[in-house]
T-cell receptor
């Protein structure tokens, strides 16, 4: 059973460019959350997608947008990249169905983005 | 802001039990205590969670005080591979759309 997968693993962009990161959730999961983790800090919540809709959003500007597809996979898009967007971007999936482990989030390995 | 307080770092000898404390004095009745760990440059890994009873799985044990204001994660026989940052998080289980708020965590170093 594959866990959460993310692509690419590493990415280098320049300021002002746009980037798209991809995530496939764990089998059986239908909810995807995205986090940003700057060096030396804990992950910070960006937004969550469920049923192809953004359900909640953290304190991130509109330059950060996302999408969820019918197969539950998701994309994170960042426009007009800034140097400060350099970080590890994490995707987490969960399955809000009945059961004790409802809503426990399982994280992927992340995509490391470097903005020059 | 994170609702938990953890020591920034701890050391543990290989083969000994690692006991990682967490204070969550403002925890609500419907909030669970979750533990994740993050090995260098990898995604956080789920360890365990609990409400008020002690919990144990193949990775660790979670001891929650009777007043639920603090908890301890126990790794019974720490190995070098347990060196990681450990995050203690409180979160309502049925709180759709409310996501995990990570603090700085505890950096555990398992020493040979």
């Amino acid at each position: 059973d594959a866990g959460v997968t993310q692509s690419p693993t590493h990415l280098i962009k320049t300021r002002g460019q746009q980037v798209t990161l991809r995530c496939s959730p764990k089998s059986g999961h239908d909810t995807v959350s995205w986090y940003q983790q700057a060096l030396g800090q804990g992950p910070q919540f960006i937004f969550q997608y469920y049923e192809e809709e953004e359900r909640q959003r953290g304190n991130f500007p509109d330059r950060f947008s996302g999408h969820q597809f019918p197969n539950y996979s998701s994309e994170l898009n960042v426009n007009a990249l800034l140097l400060g967007d350099s970080a590890l971007y994490l995707c987490a999936s969960s399955a809000p169905t009945s059961g004790r482990y409802q809503e426990t989030q399982y994280f992927g390995p992340g995509t490391r983005l470097l903005v020059l | 802001d994170a609702k938990t307080t953890q020591p920034p770092s701890m050391d543990c000898a290989e083969g000994r039990a690692a006991n990682l404390p967490c204070n969550h004095s403002t925890i609500s009745g419907n909030e669970y205590v979750y533990w994740y760990r993050q090995i260098h440059s990898q995604g956080p890994q789920y360890i365990i969670h609990g409400l008020k009873n002690n919990e144990t799985n193949e990775m660790a044990s979670l001891i929650i005080t009777e007043d639920r204001k603090s908890s301890t994660l126990i790794l019974p026989h720490a190995t070098l591979r347990d060196t990681a940052v450990y995050y203690c998080i409180v979160r309502a289980l049925y709180n759709y759309g409310q996501n995990f708020v990570f603090g700085p965590g505890t950096r555990l170093s398992v020493l040979p």
